[in-house]
């Protein structure tokens, strides 16, 4: 079992720039993917970015050449720069790692991001 814990949303002005984190404990040997999913209110969850444990990475289509995620040297935690932000990427952002293995997938508790002036 591994256990996600996030770190740094908040509230920031339209144009400026956070730094989401995810840092994995527990079982991460048999961790295949970690990434990002977000939800706005009244909204679906949606993938905003995910990278592999062979440092492939994704993103939605509305955040590429704004967001980057990327992965320390021990692959236990997971970066999501966020940069040129919008009213619309305001959300609740949930980080998520799936396995090797048919685990179930494991989520974090959800972070707040916040876009306004």
């Known amino acids: 079992q591994v256990q996600l814990v996030e770190s740094g949303g908040g509230l920031v002005q339209p144009g400026g720039s956070l730094r989401l984190s995810c840092a994995a404990s527990g079982s991460i040997f048999s961790i295949y993917v970690m990434g990002w999913y977000r939800q706005a209110p009244g909204k679906q969850r949606e993938l905003v970015a995910a990278i592999t444990s062979g440092g492939s990475t994704n993103y939605a289509d509305s955040v590429k050449g704004r967001f980057t995620i990327s992965r320390d040297n021990t692959k236990t935690t997971v970066v999501l720069q966020m940069n040129s932000l919008k009213p619309e990427d305001t959300a609740v952002y949930y980080c998520?790692?799936?396995?090797?293995?048919?685990?179930?997938?494991?989520w974090g508790q959800g972070t707040q991001v916040t876009i306004s002036s």
């Open positions: 998520y790692a799936d396995y090797i293995s048919l685990t179930p997938r494991s």
